[in-house]
């Protein structure tokens, strides 16, 4: 079953940073933090993921709060092409499965 | 990136015959690959983990005999969906698994394929 919790829409104006949130509060502390993102009709696309540091990197950044109990996925300057369903995984370090949540369609907009 | 390949794309097959898809690990290898399955509009669901050797480990409520999973060589992985029917249409996707330098591992999914059955 999935571990996380994320908002099921949400609205962004293009140009400006997207911040999707995502609670995991009962994440343990061998696990990771990974997002993943999907555009319609495709196979998920890596993003980022983290384990208790901040992360970045060309595409985001991964904000993870100091009890890891939630995270906030930054994409910097949002742009139509990054309308997606975003899905917040978490998962062990043995390479787990991953148990999708419902993620979060974020709809950029002109 | 790594990238997973899948094959076909699309596939339309008639009731009662099993179609094969097969998942491809391009430019690594992959001890473990994934299959999930995904209905429109919902998230992707996992069915199985395929493991290079070995028999697949099914998800509970799927049925092993039904989505037959063979993982021959370190690149490829497939699922056979036998006796097929129309509830059986779906979009199947694979991952496959790559440590990250950073630590954990990185899963790549496919492109996906699209069943329907007639």
């Known amino acids: 079953d999935a571990k996380t919790t994320q908002p099921p829409s949400m609205d962004c104006a293009e140009g400006r940073a997207a911040n999707l949130p995502c609670n995991h509060s009962t994440i343990s502390g061998n696990e990771y933090v990974y997002w993943y993102r999907q555009i319609h009709s495709q196979g998920p696309q890596y993003i980022i993921h983290?384990?208790?540091n901040n992360e970045t990197n060309e595409m985001a950044s991964l904000i993870i709060t100091e009890d890891r109990k939630s995270s906030t996925l930054i994409l910097p300057h949002a742009t139509l092409r990054d309308t997606a369903v975003y899905y917040c995984i978490v998962s062990g370090y043995n390479f787990n499965k991953f148990y999708f949540g419902s993620g979060t369609k974020l709809n950029v907009k002109p | 990136g790594a990238v997973v390949s899948q094959h076909p794309s699309r596939v339309i097959c008639k009731s009662g015959t099993s179609v094969k898809i097969e998942c491809r690990s391009l430019d690594f290898q992959a001890t473990t690959m994934f299959w999930y399955r995904q209905f429109p509009k919902q998230s992707l669901m996992l069915m199985a983990t395929?493991?290079?050797?070995?028999?697949?480990?099914?998800e509970q409520g799927v049925e092993k005999d039904k989505f037959l999973i063979n993982h021959a060589s370190l690149t490829l992985s497939t699922l056979t969906v036998t006796s097929a029917h129309p509830e059986d249409s779906s979009f199947y996707i694979c991952s496959a698994i790559s440590a990250a330098a950073r630590g954990g591992y990185e899963q790549y999914f496919g492109p996906g394929t699209r069943l329907t059955v007639t």
């Open positions: 395929s493991n290079e050797g070995s028999k697949a480990t099914y």
């Open positions: 983290g384990l208790k």
